[in-house]
T-cell receptor, first 115, second 114 residues
Framework: DAGVTQSPTHLIKTRGQQVTLRCSPK?????VSWYQQALGQGPQFIFQ???????QRGNFPDRFSGHQFPNYSSELNVNALLLGDSALYLC????FGTGGAPPQHFGDGTRLSIL | DQQVKQNSPSLSVQEGRISILNCDYT??????FLWYKKYPAEGPTFLIS?????DKNEDGRFTVFLNKSAKHLSLHIVPSQPGDSAVYFC?????????????FGGGTRLMVKP
């Protein structure tokens, strides 16, 4: 039973560039959420995708956008990269509408470094 | 404006003793609380949760206590083991829908000494 998988594991970009991160949800899950974890802080919610639409969004600028595909996998795109975008980007999957445990399952993240 | 706070960035405990990790929240809309554990180079893994209708939930060595009036929750690990050394995050949600966005605290690094 494959868990949440993210690619790539590490990425180095320069300021102003654009980046795409990918996530495949746990088998049986249909909802994907993205979080940004800066060094020494807790994860911060970016947005969530269900039925190929953005359902919820955190306090992140429009430079952060996403997409969900019919197979439930998802991409996170960040444009015009800033130094402050350096972080661990976590993808979490869940089954929409289910209550209680098990909650969201997280992947191991993509470490993005901006030079 | 941090809605979920973990005021102790680190905690060191002797093996076999109790570890107590604390978490405070400010948003009264939060109704469901979770603890996640994170090892280096891995994603957070779910540990235990509690709904606001309860004040205690146990799972083996792990117990979470919720004081809704004080907007405070704590995670007790008894007995602590070296393998418990990790960063622990508390998280809050408006309800127990698995798809809800989670608001995380900043984490507490637990070190259990053999």
């Amino acid at each position: 039973d494959a868990g949440v998988t993210q690619s790539p594991t590490h990425l180095i970009k320069t300021r102003g560039q654009q980046v795409t991160l990918r996530c495949s949800p746990k088998s049986g899950h249909d909802t994907v959420s993205w979080y940004q974890q800066a060094l020494g802080q807790g994860p911060q919610f970016i947005f969530q995708y269900y039925e190929e639409e953005e359902r919820q969004r955190g306090n992140f600028p429009d430079r952060f956008s996403g997409h969900q595909f019919p197979n439930y996998s998802s991409e996170l795109n960040v444009n015009a990269l800033l130094l402050g975008d350096s972080a661990l980007y976590l993808c979490a999957s869940s089954l929409f509408g289910t209550g209680g445990a098990p909650p969201q399952h997280f992947g191991d993240g993509t470490r993005l470094s901006i030079l | 404006d941090q809605q979920v706070k973990q005021n102790s960035p680190s905690l060191s405990v002797q093996e076999g003793r109790i570890s107590i990790l604390n978490c405070d929240y400010t948003n009264s809309m939060f109704d469901y609380f979770l603890w996640y554990k994170k090892y280096p180079a891995e994603g957070p893994t779910f540990l235990i949760s509690i709904s606001s209708i309860k004040d205690k939930n146990e799972d083996g060595r792990f117990t979470v206590f919720l004081n809704k009036s004080a907007k405070h929750l704590s995670l007790h690990i008894v007995p602590s083991q070296p393998g418990d050394s990790a960063v622990y995050f508390c998280a809050a949600s408006p309800n127990n829908n698995a798809g809800n966005m989670l608001t995380f605290g900043g984490g507490t690094r637990l070190m259990v000494k053999p």
